[in-house]
C-alpha cells in the first residue's frame, strides 16, 4: 500500500509542478517567441506543437531502457526548470527554461506512464491541488514571484517531488493506457473551464453585478471550492455501479463544454460545475484497478521496484501507456493551438472545447468493467493504496476554501470628500499584465499607473482567465493592488475585453459589440457613469479598436462615437483606449468631427508603442468640450508594450 501511495504522490506533485511550468511556458509563445496579432498564428502554433512532437519520442525510450531510469532524470531536470523559474528575470532567457522544463516535464509524462498503471487517482489529485493553490494565491502564481515564501514553497514542492520519485514503486499491470489517454484532454478542459480560479471569479461577477464590479472574494470564488470538491469525488469514487449511471458523467461533461462555448458570462459557472463533475466521472470509468494488485504485495514487501521486474513484455505495456500519454498531450497542445490561434486568425472556435470533451466522454464509455473487481468502494475493497475519496476531497477542498480568505476585497466607495474640481484619467493597454521582458508583473503594471494618481483608469487587453496567459484574472489582481472597483467590458469572448477602474461609485453600465469589419478579434465599447456626488457625473467609454486587414478602424471609430454621444445624453463626455489610430488618419477624425476634442492635443507628439521605442501614437483619450485637458504625458516604461497615457481633466462648473 505504501508504495501506491507514493506512486500517487508522485504523480499529483509532478503534474503541480508541470502546470506551473506550462502557465509560464504558455504566455511565453505570444509575448516573446512571437506578439500576438502581428507574428503569423501559424509560426507560434508550429513552435508550440514541435515541442509536444518531439516529447513523442520518450515512449521508445521508455522501451528500450524502461520506466524508472526515464523518470527520474526527466522529474530532475522539471523540477531543475521549476525552481529556476523562480529567478529568470524574463526575456529569452524565461522562454528556453520554460521550454526546457516543459519538454522535461512531457519526458516524465511519459515515463511515469510506463510505470504507473492506476494514475487516476495521481492525475485527479494533482489537478485539483493545483486549482486550490491558484485560487489560494489569487491567481498570482509563485513562479512569477521572487520573495522568500515563493522561493520557500517552490523548494518544497520540489523536494517532496524528487523524493517521492525516488522512492521505489509497485510493479504496474499490462493495463492504464486508457486513463493515460485522458491525461492531456483532461489537463486542457481542466485549465480552460472547470478547475480555473479566475474562470469562476469571473462568472461569479456576471451573476452578481453583469460583471461590473468587484464584489466579496467570499462570494466571487465561491464556485472554485464546488468545482474542486465535485471533481475529486467523481474521480475517487469509482465508476457507478449501474448501467445507466455511466452516462450521467460523459452527459454533463459535453453539457458543461456547450455552455462554456456559448460564450455567455452568466453561464460560466454552471459549465465550471457541470465539466467538473462530468471530467472527475470520466476518469472514474478509465480507472481500472489492476488485476495484479493482489498479487503485488510480496513483491513491494521485499522492495522489488519496476527495474527489477522488467520483462520484455512489460516494457512494451509501458511504452503503450508513454504513447497513451505522449498521445493525451498532444490533444491537449492542437487543441490549445486550434483554440486560442481563433482571436488572430478570425474562424469560430467554440467547437473545440466540444470536440475534445467529446473525445474524453467517447474514451471513458467505451472503458469495459473488468469483471470481478469493485466498481464504488460501497460494493468492495478499495484498491491497494488508492487514496480515500471523502477524507481527501474534503482536505483539498477545504484548502481551496482558503482562498476567499487571502483574497483582497476591493472598496466600493470614494475615498475622496465631495465632486471634485479635476480629475487624472490614465489609458493603458496592459497587454494581459504581461512586460516586454515576458514576465507576468503585477507590480510593475501597479506602479506604472499608480504614479500618475488616477481617478479613472481605462484599461485594454483585459484576461481574466485565458489558460493561454496562465489562467490569472488581471482585471482582478490590478484591481486589488490599486484598490479601485472596476467594470468590465467582454470582447473577444466573455473573459477578455476592456475595463474601467474608478475611485468614484459607477453606474449604468453599458456595453455595445463593434462591427467585426474583418478583423479577427473581437472589439466592444464599455460605457459607464461615473458618480463624483452632489449631482456630478460625467460619461466615460473605454474601447479598444482593432483595424481590419490593411485598413483602418474607420467603422469601428464611428460606431463608438455614435455610442457614446447617445449614451453621454448631454453628460461631460470622456472615450478613450488604444484606438490603433493615428492623428490625421480617418479613424481619429471621426472623433473630431463628432465635436470631441484631443486631449493629449497639447503632449504631440505622443507616442505609445512599441514602449521600449515608441513611434506610433495609437493610444488616445477624447474628451467633450466642457472639460479642459491639461498635462498629457505617456510616462517611459516597460511594463506592457505600450505606453499609458494620462491627463487631467477640469471638469465644468457646477
Known amino acids: 500500500m505504501r508504495y501506491r501511495q507514493l506512486t500517487t504522490a508522485s504523480l499529483a506533485l509532478g503534474v503541480i509542478l508541470l502546470i506551473d511550468v506550462l502557465r509560464v511556458w504558455l504566455p511565453g509563445i505570444i509575448t516573446i517567441f512571437g506578439q500576438a496579432a502581428s507574428t503569423p498564428a501559424e509560426l507560434m502554433g508550429a513552435f508550440a506543437l514541435g515541442w509536444f512532437v518531439l516529447a513523442a519520442a520518450a515512449p521508445a525510450l521508455v522501451r528500450r531502457v524502461g520506466a524508472r531510469p526515464v523518470t527520474v532524470a526527466a522529474a530532475v531536470l522539471l523540477a531543475a526548470a521549476r525552481l529556476a523559474l523562480t529567478a529568470t528575470p524574463g526575456g529569452r532567457v524565461q522562454l528556453w527554461l520554460a521550454t526546457a522544463g516543459l519538454l522535461a516535464g512531457l519526458v516524465w509524462l511519459a515515463g511515469a506512464a510506463g510505470g504507473i498503471d492506476r494514475p487516476v487517482p495521481g492525475l485527479a489529485l494533482g489537478l485539483a491541488v493545483n486549482a486550490a493553490l491558484h485560487g489560494l494565491l489569487d491567481t498570482y502564481d509563485l513562479a512569477w514571484r521572487s520573495d522568500w515564501m515563493a522561493w520557500l514553497l517552490s523548494a518544497v514542492a520540489v523536494g517532496a517531488f524528487l523524493l517521492a520519485t525516488a522512492a521505489r514503486s509497485a510493479p504496474p499491470g499490462p493495463g492504464g493506457a486508457r486513463s493515460w489517454l485522458l491525461a492531456g484532454p483532461v489537463l486542457l478542459l481542466a485549465g480552460m473551464v472547470a478547475l480555473a480560479p479566475a474562470l469562476a471569479q469571473a462568472g461569479m461577477s456576471y451573476l452578481m453585478t453583469g460583471g461590473d464590479v468587484a464584489g466579496s472574494p467570499f462570494v466571487g470564488l465561491a464556485p472554485l471550492p464546488v468545482a474542486v470538491a465535485v471533481f475529486l469525488l467523481a474521480a475517487l469514487a469509482g465508476p457507478p455501479n449501474r448501467r445507466w449511471g455511466r452516462a450521467l458523467g460523459p452527459v454533463a461533461l459535453l453539457a458543461g463544454a456547450v455552455l462554456f462555448a456559448l460564450d455567455h458570462g452568466d453561464l460560466l459557472v454552471a459549465a465550471i460545475l457541470l465539466t467538473a463533475v462530468g471530467l472527475g466521472a470520466c476518469l472514474a470509468l478509465t480507472d481500472r484497478p489492476a488485476s495484479a494488485d493482489a498479487a503485488s504485495g510480496s513483491a513491494t514487501a521485499v522492495g522489488v521496484g519496476v527495474g527489477e521486474a522488467d520483462t520484455v513484455d512489460a516494457r512494451r505495456a509501458a511504452a503503450r501507456r508513454g504513447y497513451a500519454a505522449a498521445g493525451g498531450m498532444l490533444v491537449f497542445v492542437l487543441a490549445a493551438v486550434a483554440y486560442y490561434s481563433a482571436y488572430d486568425l478570425g474562424y469560430p472556435n ?79 493597454n496592459i497587454r494581459m ?163 470631441l476634442v484631443d486631449a493629449l492635443a497639447a503632449g504631440r507628439p505622443l507616442a505609445t508603442s512599441p514602449a521600449d521605442d515608441p513611434r506610433q501614437q495609437i493610444d488616445h483619450v477624447f474628451v467633450s468640450p466642457g472639460l479642459i485637458p491639461s498635462d498629457p504625458v505617456a510616462p517611459p516604461g516597460t511594463a506592457s508594450d505600450h505606453l499609458p497615457v494620462a491627463v487631467t481633466l477640469t471638469l465644468p462648473p457646477r
Not at 370 to 394: D, I
Open 350 to 428: 467554440g467547437a473545440v472545447p466540444v470536440v475534445v470533451a467529446g473525445l474524453v466522454a467517447a474514451v471513458a464509455l467505451t472503458a469495459r468493467p473488468v469483471a470481478g473487481l469493485p466498481t464504488r468502494p460501497s460494493a468492495g475493497r478499495r484498491p491497494a493504496g488508492s487514496p480515500s475519496p471523502l477524507p481527501t476531497t474534503a482536505a483539498v477542498t477545504a484548502l481551496a476554501l482558503l482562498a476567499p480568505v487571502f483574497a483582497d476585497e476591493v472598496g466600493v466607495s470614494t475615498n475622496r470628500n465631495g465632486p471634485p474640481e479635476q480629475i487624472r484619467v490614465v489609458a493603458y
Open 433 to 595: 499584465g504581461f512586460g516586454l521582458d515576458g514576465r507576468f508583473d503585477l507590480p510593475a503594471l501597479a506602479a506604472a499607473i499608480d504614479r500618475q494618481q488616477p481617478d479613472v483608469v481605462l484599461l485594454s487587453e483585459v484576461d481574466r482567465g485565458w489558460l493561454l496567459n496562465g489562467g490569472h484574472d488581471t482585471l482582478d489582481l490590478l484591481a486589488d493592488r490599486l484598490d479601485m472597483p472596476y467594470v468590465f467590458g467582454p470582447a473577444a469572448d466573455a473573459v477578455w475585453g476592456d475595463a474601467v477602474l474608478s475611485r468614484w461609485p459607477t453606474e449604468d453600465a453599458r456595453t455595445l459589440r463593434l462591427p467585426d469589419v474583418g478583423a479577427p478579434t473581437g472589439a466592444q465599447a464599455l460605457a459607464v457613469t461615473v458618480n463624483f456626488s452632489d449631482g456630478v457625473r460625467c460619461a466615460v467609454v473605454s474601447t479598444h479598436l482593432q483595424p481590419p486587414p490593411g485598413g483602418g478602424p474607420v467603422v469601428q471609430a464611428r460606431s463608438v462615437v455614435d455610442f457614446a454621444t447617445e449614451y453621454a445624453d448631454g453628460l461631460p463626455l470622456v472615450v478613450g483606449g488604444d484606438l490603433n489610430t493615428e492623428p490625421g488618419d480617418e479613424a481619429f477624425g471621426q472623433f473630431t468631427a463628432a465635436g
